[in-house]
């Protein structure tokens, strides 16, 4: 095991050697700093490519038979290329941003009663680290634009989440929760699993359910929510 030696080489151990990236951010709880600006930036390069190639006046009109609520005088204000590129983007910042700090609080409050439990500033620099698989998410979504360039819904071109398959509209009660399942979650979750281990020293079968815990309570208790509503 040999720590990694400066951010960038954090970046790629992520991918290729976890524990050395996870070692070294222990002593540098800094460097996520790195990780956390690459997931707010690549949102903008993404759909600003997906707004520059899709058919515009298609868009719009699907999703006016998608948003019944709009109403004619409002249309066009909703509508614009800039407001649904502003409202894509600041989506993006907001869920990843969000989801970084729910990540670290529950990490740091699963982890209490460890042997070495850590500070919410560590589990919060793990987070962004954790979360960062979501760049190749980001690559995915970029390629599927490029091959799909004019009649691609936004919730579609995503393959961040599960409604990029099966597609559901804005307006369908299960959208949202379709659109806040990643793909990648299994992805998080070893890492949560790597994370937890090496710091906290915490045996396996424990950790595998913490970091199993906050995705499983996604996919059931929402579901529930939206049944009982």
Known sequence: MTPSSNPLIALLDLFRSPVDCFT??????????????????????????YFNQVDLTWLQETLRTQIPQLTQENQLDWLSREVLLAGEVFSDILGRTASIFMLAL????????????????????ASCFILLPTLIGDLASYLN????????LPNAADLNSLNAFIKLPVNHPWAAFASSIPLLAPWYIALSYI???????????????????????????????????
């Open 195 to 229: 994370a937890v281990s090496l710091w906290c020293g915490i045996e396996r079968a424990k950790a595998i359910v913490i970091a199993t815990l906050p995705w499983l309570l996604v996919v059931t208790v929402w579901p529930l929510l939206i049944l009982t509503a």
């Open 145 to 152: 634009i490029l091959f799909n360039p004019s009649q691609v």
């Open 106 to 125: 529950w990490l740091n409050l699963a982890t209490k009663n460890s042997n070495a439990p850590q500070p919410f500033g560590k589990w919060l620099a």
């Open 24 to 49: 070294a951010l222990h002593q540098r709880p800094k460097w996520a700093l790195f990780p956390y600006l690459l997931l707010i930036l690549t949102p903008f390069g993404l759909w600003g490519s």
